[in-house]
């Protein structure tokens, strides 16, 4: 006897060890799994062949009339939840099972950390834990007196339902009760002569065909299908849909302020356990109830939810969800369509920059492609940023025809302070053509402080007809500034000069040959020198014939004429000489990466 | 065919003014004390009182003359309010006159001394069938308590009862197969009558508490759920007996009675259909807050005793959506709120889209369900603007129904489970005799034979016939010709199903 007691006690102690582990240490951990095993080897000695039952108080546990343990203060005793609620007594079967013995441990730790679910108490959880080798007696509270904490607990229930029961056993004679002559109920016309249904058939039929009240194999699957269903996706879908009904109802008489929370869990609910869809049809929902639902009230509160659902954070979180498949195109595209423009540009217009390739970057760029479908402003607004990556992802949504549509955003790119942004204004420009465009070209020809962005710009006006090209290059190659330049530049400008005015500029380029004697040229001199035969030879044939004119005279220009005759001579002589080595962008090309 | 409105009022004062219990009145059932009152645990403490005391004095010892007359005073009272006196300990507590004894720590105690005492003597309890003299208790202790030890078996100890002539028998323990079976029925049926009435009793406060504070109704929700698990594990027990439970029709205002017989017929209906018992307690909780917002249409239209015209209809036809503010109103969503939720507002839309709320889809299973139960209860109950239709009467308009409004699969079931002639009928046979079927439904020929127990001229029962009998020549004994109408006899069936085994 006395080894049994201890067996007992061990066992009702173990269990206090063992929630305590249970709190310790994850459930894959091999601790929690060997608390387990240790708890149901106790539970079987325990139960020995006979089973054991415990009686529960508010402080111990009994086997008969022995305390196996003592807990008097509540917070320490594992089992008081229970016995709050009702529960006296548990049974363990002789052969307790470790399922049932881990689902009675499940409901100590519920009943000691959260306690019962709302409209339930802890003792209920031991009911649905549906144990079948550990029973239990509870009392329930109705009509006793032991819940007596506050005024509820007060009331006698159980005298009532005594006194009911009391009733039911001793009915008083029935009346009919009908007070009118009957004419109509309510759905159901009935013969208005004798009120009375004739039953009979029904027997009848049975009677004939008894299969008549079995089920077909159809009805019988059907059922077995609806029983065996996901009811929690299933509750969750009709329920969503009860609460579309309500806000869309446009009687007064409902109140929707309890409704508009219970959306925004279930679309957070969703969305953190990663069913984006499911969020993404709730909220879709929500945002038609917001437009038509005919209360204001009920309109304002489905807006409400959105705009506190669809944070900047989660509509960019919906990217990095595509990237790493958690959802689809569609579902972030059914969300994004969800929010305003002024809201979600942005949004999205920073995460194209930052995705850089993949699905993210191919949805990112339909899904601003669609919002420029419906708002061209957006754009615009976009290409005057300051910020380049902003600009570039704009600049990336344009094509043929819609680029025609920001004509003056594009070419006022050529003045953005980002070198590369500059170039795609320019190139912008020159493919437009346009007087504006050819001043933005001209301009950064002339001042643009990036040289690969002078060079472009120079190619491009080179094949522009800018109006007064060659009194502009003419007021530019002889600026007191224009020494400054480097020399190639001043090269170029000098040989476009002389192509555009031909004949018109040797005079201007012969003036610049210095007349030295061979002992005193300097590189400067030399440099100058062959500066302006370079642009002589630019002036068509006749400036030709003036630099071999030049060569046959010898010295040191005779020199430097044969020099920039022999380069001339390597390339195509008799074409525009400034084409030699420019390779010149055809239609609207952009400057490649060498070039920038 | 009326799933309309029909709730009596919810603010129905209790019919017995409601028992306070304080500190005083469990200072007056400690352990030792005087018996002072005849509440339900009364009869536990005088027995345990005076054995306790005999145990210790001599028979003629002055101090168990108190004890003794106390009990004795005691019988009688209870004897000549309720008939008799059954104390019978079961599974570690008490039941008083089939009702289980609500015990508080103390008094588990003291039931521990008695089960204690009744296992000693291998018995489970004791019934008094008639009023006890001192003399006559006396004698109970000489054979419970002072007879030598060998003659203490219950054998032993039921002879010597029945040998001295007192008005008290000894009874098996429950469950030992020693019982007769009428008892053990009788014993189930006072306890599944005893849960359904606390629902019934629960749920009327629930109602008329409108203004009550939240924990309040949690309280009373927790209640209830507990008691529906009862009933759960009642129906997963003994179906049979559980649906009894659903035809009664009295003692109760129309909400309450209605509303815990459509969760009887929706748990019964649900374990048919494969339902597990936690599934079953949700169906359960489910349908008994169905019409939860009904009570927002008022009184005079639920108790108009004339068609409703078009404003009091929209005004009921809402009541759906009101249910569901109500159940809104919960602090978080678990599956059996939504099942209730759903339920609530599915309940009245038929499977071909007419009914109300106006909404999409096919209702769900467990408010087909509901639907199922709501309507026949409803149509079996008696309402100011209608007679009750018999049970029979209301199956057969269901069944004229079946597909466009109710589920068909689930409309087979639920009269297979019923039978034809549901429990509680009051038919008359091609013997001439009248009788109010008490088992039916099931499988073969009982769905249309049930099982009736005859009916005197004056209403009283008499034999029990079973329908499926045959004479030697192979026809029916008795067959049934039509149903009748329990006003026009007087009878209702109701208190025949509590008192029959």
Redesign the interface.
């Known amino acids: 006897m006395a080894g049994a007691l201890e067996s007992v006690r061990e066992f009702v102690l173990h269990i206090e060890k063992t929630l305590t582990t249970r709190r310790l240490y994850h459930q894959d951990s091999v601790p929690w799994r060997e608390s387990l095993e240790r708890l149901a080897e106790r539970a079987i000695a325990a139960a020995g062949s006979d089973g054991l ?1 415990l ?1 529960v ?2 402080s111990d546990m009994f086997l008969d009339k022995l305390s196996m343990v003592h807990r008097p203060k509540h917070e320490d005793c594992f089992f008081f939840p229970l016995y709050r609620d ?1 529960l ?2 548990l049974t363990l079967a002789p052969d307790v099972s470790r399922a049932d013995l881990a689902a009675l441990l499940g409901v100590f730790e519920q009943a000691n950390r959260s306690g ?6 802890t ?2 959880l031991l ?2 834990a ?1 144990l079948s080798t550990i029973t239990h ?1 509870a ?8 819940g ?1 904490e ?16 009391a ?14 002559s ?7 016309r ?1 013969n208005a002569q004798d ?9 009848r039929a ?2 004939e065909t ?1 299969a ?5 194999e159809s ?2 699957a ?3 299908a ?2 065996d269903e996901d ?2 996706a ?3 879908g ?2 969503i ?2 609460l579309i ?2 806000l869309r ?1 446009p ?1 007064e ?3 929707t302020a ?2 508009a929370p ?1 959306f925004s ?1 279930l679309a957070e609910g969703y969305w953190n356990g990663g069913e984006y869809d499911r969020s993404a049809a709730l909220l879709i929902q929500l945002a038609a109830a917001s437009r038509d639902a005919p209360r204001y009230e009920n309109r304002r509160a489905a807006k409400e939810v959105l705009s506190q659902f669809l944070t900047n954070e989660r509509l960019g979180a919906i990217v990095e969800e595509i990237q790493r498949g958690g959802t689809t195109y569609a579902i972030a595209t059914q969300l994004w369509d969800l929010v305003p423009d002024d809201q979600l540009w942005p949004l999205l217009l920073d995460a194209f920059c930052r995705v850089s390739d993949g699905a993210g970057r191919t949805a990112l760029i339909d899904a601003l492609r669609r919002r420029v479908a419906g708002n061209f402003e957006l754009l615009s607004g976009t290409l005057g940023s300051p910020d380049p990556s902003k600009v570039r992802a704009a600049l990336a949504l344009l094509d043929d025809r819609s680029e025609k549509l920001f004509v003056r955003q594009l070419i006022a790119l050529a003045s953005h302070p980002d070198e590369a942004i500059r170039l795609k204004g320019l190139a912008a420009a020159g493919r437009f053509g346009t007087p504006s465009g050819l001043e933005a070209l001209w301009k950064a020809m002339e001042s643009d402080p990036s040289k690969s962005v002078r060079l472009y710009a120079f190619r491009t006006v080179a094949l522009s007809n800018l109006p007064g090209l060659a009194a502009r290059l003419r007021a530019l190659v002889t600026d007191a500034q224009f020494a400054a330049r480097p020399a190639w530049e001043r090269e170029k400008y000098v040989r476009l000069l002389g192509t555009v005015e031909g004949a018109a500029a040797e005079a201007l380029f012969e003036s610049w040959i210095p007349v030295k004697k061979r002992w005193i040229w300097q590189p400067k001199d030399l440099e100058t020198l062959e500066l302006a035969i370079r642009g002589l030879a630019a002036c068509g044939d006749h400036g030709l014939e003036k630099v071999e004119a030049i060569v046959a005279s010898g010295g040191k220009p005779g020199e430097v004429a044969r020099k920039v005759l022999d380069s001339i001579s390597r390339a195509e002589i008799g074409q525009n000489t400034f084409m030699r080595s420019v390779p010149i962008p055809e239609g609207p090309g952009e400057p490649s990466k060498e070039e920038k | 065919m009326s799933d309309h409105p029909g709730d009596p009022p919810r603010s129905e004062s209790p019919t017995r003014a409601q028992q306070r219990v304080t500190i005083d009145t469990l200072a007056l059932h400690s352990v030792g004390g005087d018996v002072r009152d005849d509440g339900p645990n009364a009869v536990m403490y005088a027995w345990f009182q005076l054995f306790k005391t005999a145990q210790i004095h001599a028979i003629d010892n002055q101090a168990l003359s108190r004890p003794v007359q106390a009990f004795a005073d005691l019988s009688a009272r209870v004897v000549a309010r309720d008939g008799h006196i059954s104390l019978q300990a079961k599974d570690g507590t008490i039941f008083l006159n089939s009702n289980k004894l609500r015990l508080t720590t103390d008094e588990y105690v003291l039931a521990g001394e008695i089960i204690g005492f009744f296992k000693e003597r291998g018995m489970g309890g004791f019934t008094i069938d008639g009023p006890l003299d001192t003399e006559t208790v006396r004698t109970l202790l000489k054979i419970f308590i002072y007879a030598p030890t060998a003659e203490r078996s219950f054998e032993s100890v039921a002879n010597a009862l029945r040998a001295s002539g007192a008005p008290f028998r000894i009874n098996k323990p429950l469950g030992v197969g020693l019982k007769s079976r009428s008892e053990v029925v009788l014993e189930r049926r006072g306890y599944t009558f005893l849960t359904y009435s606390k629902l019934a009793v629960l749920y009327r406060s629930l109602l008329a508490d409108e203004k009550s504070s939240a924990s309040r109704r949690q309280y009373l929700i927790r209640k209830i759920a507990r008691t529906m698990q009862a009933l759960v594990d009642i129906c997963i027990e003994d179906d049979h007996t559980f649906l009894d439970a659903a035809a009664i029709k009295s003692g109760e205002s129309y909400a309450s009675q209605h509303a815990a017989n459509v969760a009887v017929l929706s748990i019964a209906l649900g374990d048919k259909v494969g339902f597990n018992k936690i599934e079953l307690a949700d169906l359960g909780m489910a349908a008994l807050f169905a019409d939860l917002g009904l009570r927002e249409c008022g009184t005079f239209i639920q108790e108009k005793p004339a068609p409703l015209d078009f404003t009091e209809r929209a005004s009921v036809e809402l009541h759906p959506i009101r249910t569901v503010q109500l159940l809104l109103t919960q602090k978080t969503f678990t599956k059996t709120v939504l099942s209730q939720i759903v339920v609530a507002f599915e309940h009245h839309r038929h499977l071909d889209g007419t009914g109300y709320p106006k909404a999409q889809g096919r209702p769900d299973l467990f408010s087909r369900i509901v639907m199922i139960a709501d309507v026949y209860d409803s149509l079996t109950t008696l309402r100011p603007w209608r007679r009750a239709y018999l049970p029979d009467e209301a199956l057969g308009m269901m069944v004229s129904k079946a597909g466009p409004w109710f589920d068909t699969a689930l409309l087979k079931i639920f009269v297979r489970m019923v039978g034809l002639y549901p429990v509680g009928t009051l038919v008359r046979l091609d013997s001439g005799e009248i009788g109010v079927v008490i088992y039916g439904g099931g499988e073969g020929e009982r769905i249309s034979r049930p099982v009736v127990i005859l009916l005197s001229k004056d209403g009283k029962p008499q034999a029990t016939v079973d329908l499926t009998e045959r004479a030697p020549e192979g026809h029916y004994v008795r067959s049934i010709v039509a149903s009748e109408d329990p006003t026009a006899f007087g009878v209702n069936p109701s208190g025949l199903l509590t008192n029959i085994a």
Do not use: C, H
């Not at chain 1, 019962?116 to 108490?121: H, K, R, S, T, V």
């Not at chain 1, 009957?182 to 159901?188: I, N, P, S, T």
């Not at chain 1, 008549?212 to 077909?216: C, E, F, Q, S």
């Open positions: 039952a009686r108080t508010a009702g006296r007594e019962a679910p709302p409209g339930e108490d003792v209920s009911w649905r549906g007696n009392i329930d509270g109705i009509g006793d007196m032991e007596g506050d005024e509820t607990s007060r009331d006698d229930f159980g005298a009532l339902a005594a006194d009911l029961a009733k039911i056993s001793n009915p008083a004679i029935p009346v009919t009760g009908q007070q009118y009957f004419v109509l109920d309510g759905d159901v009935v009120l009375r249904y004739d039953s009979t058939t029904m027997r049975f009677e008894p008549v009240l079995l089920l077909t009805e019988a059907q059922i077995r609806e029983v009811r929690d299933s509750l969750l009709r329920f849909d009860i009904v309500i109802s009687l008489a409902l109140n309890a409704i219970v869990q």
